[in-house]
């Protein structure tokens, strides 16, 4: 935006990968007052001027989502109300995408909800990090700029220089994800068949679909909740003759138990961001936790100037790994 500057402000949820979008950037992160009411109300106080200014509001809405959603939306009410030229909502986990549709009759569609709160307070556009389903872009009737978590957790893989590589989805729902991972990876590609009767419920495999036998498998998500299905299917590629098992996500909620789970459970290394915090209780020896903060920064450093936020990552490529069959 001509002749408006960057303020970089952050909410309490993630305040970490905030100072490191602002270091990335070379700017101080912008003084804020969140507090709360003795009766649990969110107070917020923007602490310096932001007229004319280009805004950035750093706050995924992980756990607890409707506090950290609640505390986003006065953010940037305060903002709108203090005259920013333009406000963005970086929320690196958007909460509340996984209820993206109607299960059963007289259910919310509470990710559109939530589109529509961030518009009304004020939002001009949101940044994101792997939205859980690829429908969550029309919720919106705001501009959006939709980052893929592949090429940071991609390079970590390629540094380590496995050898026979199968890319996993651990579920049908993941497999445009698992896909274009592969293709950053030159890896192929395979796929488990599961059945969960019900939401945190743990999943039966049932069918593991291509050949992973004898080769290095890593299982890919955007999010590790309880960690049971990711668990399972790792035990179920075990069973089916892979040498190794790893595991990375964008967003690592892990629920207890998860931590303990996955530090059971044959896999050998599970890799996440830090778009969602990871307290040291959480950060167990198999857990390697990346940051998110330079492709962020980056992708804010665009917005700003106006420039291509997609080509950070390209187009995807026109053919697709194939799936070995057994």
């Known amino acids: 935006m001509a002749g408006a500057g960057i303020r970089i402000f952050s909410g309490t949820s993630n305040p970490e990968l905030a100072q490191g979008i602002a270091d990335y950037l070379d700017l101080p992160l912008g003084t804020i007052s969140v507090f709360r009411y003795q009766d649990g109300e ?18 995924p809405t992980c756990p607890p989502a409707s506090e950290t959603l609640m505390e986003l939306l006065v953010i940037i009410d305060a903002l709108r109300r203090a005259s920013a030229a333009r406000i963005t909502a970086v929320i690196p986990y958007f909460g509340y995408a996984r209820q ?4 059963k009759p007289r259910e919310p569609i509470s990710a559109k909800l939530v589109a529509n709160l961030l518009t009304t307070a004020g939002a001009h556009r949101v940044l994101t990090l792997d939205l859980h389903t ?6 919106f009737d705001i501009p959006l700029d939709h980052l893929p978590g592949r090429m940071i957790l991609g390079d970590y893989f390629r ?13 049908i729902g993941g497999v445009k994800r698992a896909r274009e991972f592969a293709e950053y990876m030159r890896a192929p590609l395979a796929i488990i068949d599961k059945r969960r009767a019900r939401p945190n419920q743990i999943a039966e495999v049932v069918h593991v679909i291509g050949k992973v036998y004898r080769r290095t498998a890593i299982l890919v998500d955007d999010i590790i909740d309880t960690g049971g299905t990711l668990v399972m299917g790792a035990e179920a590629l ?5 040498r190794e098992v790893y595991a990375c996500c964008t967003h690592a909620i892990l629920s207890p138990p998860a931590a303990a789970r996955i530090q059971r459970s044959p896999i050998r290394q599970l890799v996440v961001t830090d778009s969602i915090p990871v307290p040291p209780e959480k950060r167990t020896p198999k857990v390697t ?7 962020l920064g980056e992708a804010i450093q665009r917005i700003h100037g106006e420039v291509s936020v997609s080509e950070l990552f390209g187009e995807p490529r026109l053919m697709q790994p194939a799936i070995e069959r057994e």
């Open 289 to 295: 936790v990346l940051s998110v903060a330079g492709l």
């Open 42 to 59: 969110i107070g917020v106080r923007i602490d310096e001027s932001v007229r004319g200014a280009d805004v950035f509001a750093v706050q």
């Open 100 to 103: 993206d549709r109607k299960i």
């Open 238 to 242: 075990m069973r089916r003759g892979v």
């Open 159 to 171: 540094k380590l220089a496995l050898e026979n590589v199968v890319i996993v989805s651990p579920d």
């Open 134 to 139: 690829g429908q969550l872009w029309g919720f």
